[in-house]
């Protein structure tokens, strides 16, 4: 198993503005899952990529994926004060459990 | 219908007791997880078990002994609890770690110990 490194540790941005998460991991990988969490609440599955994928949407996420640098972005378009949380890559291996690194915090203000 | 339940949500008990956190999911899923999330945020993985055997057993004390009666269920009993005990407590289920392996998690059980 391994863990992704988020980058950065935090970010504040404005509502309505664009977040960019950045995460490197070290070994090859089946897929590469993004997680958020609320303050106080359980983990909840964003989106995955596959390691023959370089990019995917859902809604206002877009996550990127370059196998050749072991790297990932998630990008939140036009932030709300609901997207504030913290935010988890984990690159998953077949066959291992998924491991949790320290997260992005994100703060989003009105 | 909530799909990974866990109960009970709170529990504030004194060092040295005995206490059990359960965990129930309803999405036929064939792996089951305990996390820990300390002060710090930090999430680590404890227990897995995978159709009721156990598959993954971090460096966890003695004194947490997970138990699985049926591939629906999971629940973790801790003995002696020590203050450093006190954390969140995840339960999650995926279909297996074979598959895409997408977690689902519960709401989290906070310990406290005193």
């Known amino acids: 198993s391994q863990q992704g490194e988020e980058d950065p540790q935090a970010l504040s941005i404005q509502e309505g503005e664009n977040a960019t998460m950045n995460c490197s991991y070290k070994t090859s990988i089946n897929n590469l899952q993004w997680y958020r969490q609320n303050s106080g609440r359980g983990l909840v599955h964003l989106i995955l990529i596959r390691s023959n994928e370089r990019e995917k949407h859902s809604g206002r996420l877009r996550v990127t994926l370059d196998t050749s640098k072991k790297s990932s972005s998630l990008l939140i378009t036009a932030s709300r004060a609901a997207d504030t949380a913290s935010y988890f890559c984990?690159?998953?291996?077949?066959?291992?459990?998924?491991?949790f690194g320290k997260g992005t915090t994100l703060s989003v203000s009105s | 219908d909530t799909a990974v339940s866990q109960t009970p949500k709170y529990l504030v008990t004194q060092m040295g007791n005995d206490k059990s956190i359960k965990c129930e999911q309803n999405l036929g899923h064939d792996t089951m997880y305990w996390y820990k999330q300390d002060s710090k945020k930090f999430l680590k993985i404890m227990f897995s078990?995978?159709?009721?055997?156990?598959?993954i057993n971090e460096t966890v004390p003695n004194r947490f002994s997970p138990k699985s009666p049926d591939k629906a269920h999971l629940n973790l009993h801790i003995n002696s609890l020590e203050l450093g005990d006190s954390a969140v407590y995840f339960c999650?289920?995926?279909?297996?770690?074979?598959?895409?392996?997408?977690?689902?998690f519960g709401a989290g059980s906070r310990l406290t110990v005193l």
């Open positions: 984990v690159p998953n291996q077949a066959g291992t459990a998924l491991i």
């Open positions: 999650a289920s995926s279909q297996g770690l074979n598959s895409a392996n997408v977690l689902t």
């Open positions: 078990y995978n159709n009721k055997e156990l598959i």
